[in-house]
C-alpha cells in the first residue's frame, strides 16, 4: 500500500467522521423532499380540494373572504397548476404570526391554515437546518463541501489495485472485507449522483452561495440587468417575493411604478399578466407599500419554464418580463442545475435518479461505521495508519488547501482536523494512530 493511498485513506476518514451524520440526515430529508406533491396530498387530504367550479376566480372577493374569517392580511397568492386543487394565500394574522391558507377558489372558504410553507415546507427547512438559523445553514454548507472531498478520495480510494473487483462482492456479512467492497461498490455507483447533489445544492448555502451568486452578477453572467424603470427607485423584491423567485432574480432590483394613483388590485394585475403571455402555475407576491408592483413567478418545473413579471402598482403596466433566456450564462447552469437538484427538470426519470443518489449516500454513510468497527485494531478506537514521509502527503494537502479556498467554511474545518491530528501525533492522546492493516 502506498504511501500517498495512506494519506488519502485518512484524510477519508476524517472527512466521514466529521460528516456522516448530516449527510445521513440530508440523504433522508432529500428524499423526503422529492415527493413533496404526493406527501402534501397525503397530509392535508380534503384541505387541497376544490369545488367545482367553471370560470376563472376573481381575486378580490377572494381575498375579502379570507382576511375576514382570519383577521389576517393576505401577502401572497399561490395558483395550483389544477383546477381541482385548492389555492394557497400566505397572510399575517394580527398578532404578527405568519401562516398559510388553503382556500377554496369557488366561495373562499378556509379550508385549512398551517405554517408557512406547510409540511413540506418544514421539511425543507429541516435539510437545510435553516430552522436552526444561520448556524446550521453552515454546518450544511461544510458538510456538503467535505462531501465532494469523500467522493473524489472515495473514487481514488476504490481505483482497483491487486486484482481488486470494480464492482462485487467478497466474503461473507460478518467480515470487513464484504463491508469494504460494499462501501466501495455503493461509492462507485452512487458516488457521481452524491457529488452532483453536493455541488448544486451550494448554491443555496448562505457563505459560499452568496459569494457565487455576487461573483456571477458582477462578471455578467448572472441575472438580468434591471430596467430603466427600475432605475435608482428599485427595491429587492423583499424576504416573501424572493423565496417564490428563480436563484438567478433573488438578488434583482425591484422596479417601481412612479406614477401616482391607486392600486389597480390582483385582479386587473393577473389580466395584465396573462396578456403578457402569464399561465399555468404562479405566485403573486402583492405589493407591501404603494409604489411597489405585483410580482408574478411561474411555478417552473423546469429551469426553462422560469419567468417572473412585474405589473405595475396603479396603471398596469408591464414594468418587467424576465424569462430564463436573458439570464446569464451562469446563472442558467445554476438554475438548471437548482431543477435538477429537486428532481424537477426532466420528470419522473429525474426524480429516481435523485432518489437513488439519497438512498446511495444514506447506504454509504451506514456502511462506513461498520466497515470502520471491523476493520479498527481490536479493543481501541483507531483512525488509518498515520503517513511519516512528508513528501506523501504534501500533494494531497496542496489539493485539500485549493479546495478549502474554493469553499471556505470547509477549508476551516479542514484546518481544524489537521490541528487535531497534529496535537494527536504530538501528545498520543486517545491513541488515534493505528497500526498498519
Not at 428524499?31 to 406527501?39: R, T, W
Not at 390582483?266 to 395584465?272: G, K, L, N
Not at 413567478?297 to 418580463?321: C, F, H, K, M, N
Request: charge should be positive.
Amino acid at each position: 500500500m502506498s504511501h500517498l493511498y495512506r494519506a488519502v485513506w485518512r484524510w477519508h476518514f476524517y472527512a466521514g467522521l466529521l460528516v456522516l451524520p448530516f449527510l445521513a440526515w440530508l440523504a433522508v430529508t432529500g428524499a423526503l423532499y422529492l415527493y413533496k406533491a404526493e406527501i402534501e396530498r397525503n397530509f392535508y387530504g380534503s384541505w387541497m380540494v376544490a369545488s367545482p367550479h367553471a370560470a376563472a376566480p376573481k381575486i378580490a372577493p377572494l381575498l375579502n373572504a379570507v382576511t375576514s374569517a382570519t383577521g389576517g392580511t393576505v401577502t401572497q397568492i399561490v395558483k395550483p397548476a389544477s383546477g381541482g386543487e385548492a389555492w394557497r394565500m400566505n397572510l399575517t394574522l394580527a398578532d404578527g404570526q405568519k401562516r398559510m391558507a388553503f382556500v377554496d377558489p369557488a366561495d373562499g372558504r378556509v379550508l385549512g391554515m398551517t405554517r408557512p410553507g406547510g409540511i413540506m415546507g418544514l421539511v425543507k427547512d429541516l435539510h437545510s437546518l435553516a430552522i436552526t438559523g444561520p448556524v446550521g445553514n453552515a454546518l450544511i454548507e461544510i458538510a456538503a463541501g467535505w462531501a465532494i472531498i469523500l467522493v473524489l478520495t472515495g473514487f481514488y480510494l476504490w481505483w482497483p489495485r491487486r486484482g481488486s473487483p470494480i464492482v462485487g462482492l467478497r466474503g461473507a456479512p460478518g467480515q470487513r472485507l464484504f463491508w469494504r467492497d460494499l462501501h466501495a461498490s455503493l461509492g462507485l455507483v452512487a458516488g457521481g449522483i452524491v457529488l452532483f447533489l453536493a455541488v448544486t445544492g451550494m448554491p443555496w448555502s448562505g457563505v459560499w452561495g452568496k459569494n457565487v451568486q455576487a461573483w456571477v452578477t458582477s462578471h455578467s453572467l448572472g441575472k438580468p440587468k434591471a430596467p430603466a424603470a427600475a432605475g435608482a427607485g428599485g427595491e429587492h423584491a423583499g424576504h416573501e417575493g424572493m423565496a417564490a423567485m428563480p436563484w438567478a432574480m433573488q438578488k434583482m432590483m425591484m422596479p417601481m411604478d412612479h406614477k401616482t394613483g391607486p392600486a389597480i388590485g390582483p385582479d386587473r394585475a393577473i389580466t395584465a399578466a396573462q396578456a403578457a403571455g402569464l399561465s399555468g402555475a404562479w405566485t403573486l407576491t402583492l405589493p407591501a407599500a404603494p409604489g411597489k408592483p405585483y410580482l408574478f413567478s411561474v411555478t417552473a418545473r423546469a429551469a426553462e419554464e422560469e419567468r417572473a413579471v412585474y405589473v405595475g402598482y396603479s396603471d398596469g403596466r408591464i414594468l418587467q418580463d424576465t424569462g430564463y433566456a436573458r439570464y446569464g450564462a451562469g446563472s442558467r447552469w445554476i438554475d438548471w442545475g437548482v431543477q435538477t437538484h429537486q428532481g424537477l427538470e426532466y420528470g419522473e426519470p429525474n426524480r429516481l435518479l435523485m432518489l437513488a443518489g439519497c438512498i446511495g449516500l444514506l447506504l454509504l454513510a451506514i456502511s462506513a461505521p461498520v466497515m470502520w468497527w471491523k476493520r479498527r485494531p481490536a479493543g481501541r478506537i483507531a483512525a488509518p495508519p498515520r503517513v511519516r514521509p512528508q513528501a506523501a502527503t504534501r500533494g494531497l494537502l496542496v489539493i485539500m488547501l485549493a479546495g478549502g479556498a474554493l469553499f471556505p467554511l470547509t477549508g476551516l474545518t479542514m484546518v481544524a482536523a489537521l490541528l487535531l491530528d497534529m496535537a494527536v501525533r504530538r501528545t498520543g492522546t486517545g491513541r488515534l494512530e493505528a497500526a498498519a492493516a
